[in-house]
């Protein structure tokens, strides 16, 4: 658990390097195994110990460690990719005929597996709007066995009042969900605002380098945690001592590399929100947002990603900008040192109502190159629109 006396940064330099990881080196060791062996035949069933590889080894524990730091949690499970984070408390909390309230904003992947895997059990999934706050009292029922958040929302950036959410869930004893992968657990502390289970994508902001796949599940109940292990240990679900390395290693230089990703992030988007293409910036750290109090209220900082919506403009337009871009790569994903950009409208899916932006969606990742060349980039991006002669329409218009 956390020093008061210490900032998280500090905290993160030094977590998980106690000399049984280490050897004595700064960092942990990279233990590969399958097979355990064990002292005596009775250690081979003694209850807690340490028998097969698939769950894990002093790599995993030095990271789950440090994972704990973050949000203060006092148990973490690590899975091999931030879906799984998602996925694997709901199935740890599902049952058949059980009854679901999940954000209308929440990430495609996780819909899917509400939708597609949810159904054989015939588990019901209702979808809420982000903006319920304690309205999420009339949606509850006595089946209901979880409510699952994403705050920011995923593409649109809406941000829920969590802690009137939980509030309300928790009275009626029904646990609460966040995924907080966009904050990566430092701007967001949704354990302190009264959610049960926190995850995250881990191959995002704390792996940082785009070259792994990888999730965290944390929690202060130990006895979600243990139903989470269970699940865990059922599925077979295991992390490679390799990619339990990486992100221990990027989690090192985490704070340092937000601080960078909010700078220029607000940096891009303020830009963007005075350009004649651009309709709105969908970023709850700008004054202009309409849930910029709450955001300011529950985090401490913003990250990198944020939405940017055109002025109308036919899908052509849209490709010509994005095709002209050198600096942003066109992917998924974010979190990584390099800027990345996608068009949003294709997977853009609501349930309870629908979304209409008045113009095409973008969503940006600024990753760590200077922002005055990331704005030059764009820059080339609105130029080439133009010239392809689908340039959007002045402010304001619909």
């Known amino acids: 658990m956390s020093d008061d006396l210490q900032r998280l940064g500090t905290r993160l330099a030094h977590a998980g390097r106690d000399r049984r990881f280490t050897g004595g080196g700064v960092n942990p060791q990279v233990q590969r195994v399958s097979t355990v062996l064990v002292e005596k035949a009775a250690d081979l069933y003694a209850p807690g110990a340490w028998t097969y590889g698939r769950h894990g080894a002093g790599t995993h524990e030095a990271l789950k460690l440090a994972l704990r730091e973050i949000e203060d949690a006092s148990w973490c499970a690590v899975v091999s990719s931030g879906l799984l984070a998602c996925t694997v408390p709901v199935l740890a909390l599902a049952s058949p005929n059980a009854h679901m309230l999940v954000t209308d904003a929440v990430y495609g992947p996780t819909r899917r597996f509400c939708s597609r895997m949810l159904s054989r059990w015939n588990c ?23 409510v699952f958040l994403e705050s920011p929302g995923s593409m649109t950036f809406e941000i829920s009042d969590t802690p009137a959410i939980a509030a309300v869930a928790r009275a009626a004893g029904v646990p609460t969900i966040m995924d907080n992968t966009w904050a990566a657990g430092v701007f967001h502390r ?49 992390v490679t001592a390799d990619d339990a390395y990486l992100v221990l290693r990027g989690l090192r230089s985490l704070t340092t590399r937000l601080d960078r990703h909010q700078a220029s992030g607000f940096e891009i988007a303020r830009w963007l929100a005075g350009r004649p293409e651009v309709r709105r910036v969908l970023h709850p750290g700008l004054e202009t947002s309409p849930h910029h109090a709450i955001w300011k209220r529950d985090f401490t900082g913003a990250a990198g990603l944020f939405g940017v919506v055109l002025n109308p403009v036919p899908r052509e337009g849209v490709h010509a900008f994005l095709n002209a871009l ?34 095409p969606l973008l969503r940006l990742s ?20 133009a010239a392809a002669g689908e340039i959007g329409s002045p402010p304001g218009s619909t």
């Not at 709007?129 to 309205?135: A, E, L, N, R, S």
């Not at 959610?195 to 796949?213: F, P, W």
């Not at 600024?366 to 629109?385: Q, T, W, Y």
Request: aromatic residues 6%; charged residues 20%; negative net charge.
């Open 124 to 146: 019901e999934v209702e979808y809420f709007t982000p903006d319920i706050g304690p309205g999420i009292q009339d949606l509850l029922r006595p089946e209901t066995v979880l």
């Open 190 to 238: 949704p354990l302190d605002l009264g959610v049960d289970i926190s995850v995250q994508s881990t191959s995002k902001y704390v792996g940082g380098c785009a070259d792994l796949l990888s999730g965290a599940i944390v929690t202060r109940n130990a006895g979600l945690g243990a139903r989470m292990m269970e699940t865990i240990a059922d599925l077979g679900l295991s």
């Open 326 to 359: 050198k600096l942003f790569g066109l992917g998924f994903s974010y979190g990584g040192f390099e800027s990345l950009a996608i068009h949003c409208d294709p997977q853009l899916q609501r349930t309870v109502g629908t979304v209409d932006l008045g113009g």
């Open 366 to 385: 600024i990753g760590l190159e200077d922002p005055v060349d990331l704005r030059a980039d764009l820059a080339a991006g609105f130029a080439a629109m």
